[in-house]
């Protein structure tokens, strides 16, 4: 398996660009979830999807921000406008519907809004 | 740009020896625990699991302890590697899939 899969890995877009992240979760695992990682704040849940359906986004952090899972393979993360404090690392992780310890994470995308 | 954000509490210990690496959590309702390792540039990554009905649990030169009383977690990382190096969180299990994150320790490695 090839584990969960994100694009790009870098990103550098000028501040008022839409940006847009994506993940592939692992097969079978019917959990998403996109986590943002900074500095400041650690990891901090963004959303999740169950069966690709949202679950709880309370966690986004505005309505620049916004997520959609149109099937089980796919997900996509969209920053429109970005701006410079959106810069951080995104993650996506999922699992199956077992419970969290099947929580696999991708190697992120660094994002940089200049 | 980003602001300058709060510096990760750093433990340094010799190649061989023991880490022990603690985290405290939020919620005396959260009912699963995880550890994670970050290395550089990457994910982080399953180390070890415990449920709330344990007090401890081993793995592969790590142990995990729970204390339930304090709200207080422990990660014991036995005969230290260079490999080791990274920054460790600790997660608690909020409701049915939602992990809430700690604020990460970094482990470094003294040859």
């Known amino acids: 398996d090839a584990g969960v899969i994100q694009s790009p890995r870098h990103e550098v877009t000028e501040m008022g660009q839409e940006v847009t992240l994506r993940c592939k979760p692992i097969s079978g695992h019917d959990y998403l979830f996109w986590y943002r990682q900074t500095m400041m704040r650690g990891l901090e849940l963004l959303i999740y999807f169950n069966n690709n359906v949202p679950i709880d986004d309370s966690g986004m952090p505005e309505d620049r921000f916004s997520a959609k899972m149109p099937n089980a393979s796919f997900s996509t993360l969209k920053i429109q406008p970005s701006e410079p404090r959106d810069s951080a690392v995104y993650f996506c992780?999922?699992?199956?519907?077992?419970?969290?310890?099947?929580?696999?994470f991708g190697s992120g995308t660094r994002l940089t809004v200049v | 740009g980003e602001s300058v954000g709060l510096h990760l509490p750093t433990l340094s210990v010799q190649e061989g020896d023991n880490s022990i690496i603690n985290c405290a959590y939020s919620?005396?309702?959260?009912?699963?625990f995880i550890w994670y390792k970050q290395e550089s540039g990457k994910g982080p990554q399953f180390i070890i699991d415990?449920?709330?009905?344990?007090d401890k649990r081993q793995g592969q030169r790590v142990t995990v302890l729970l204390n339930k009383t304090v709200k207080h977690l422990s990660l014991q990382i036995a005969a230290t590697q260079p490999g080791d190096s990274a920054v460790y969180f600790c997660?608690?299990?909020?409701?049915?899939?939602?992990?809430?994150f700690g604020q990460g320790t970094r482990l470094t490695i003294n040859p």
């Open positions: 415990i449920r709330s009905n344990m």
């Open positions: 992780a999922s699992s199956s519907g077992t419970g969290p310890y099947g929580y696999t």
């Open positions: 997660a608690e299990n909020i409701n049915a899939q939602k992990l809430v």
């Open positions: 919620n005396s309702a959260s009912d699963y």
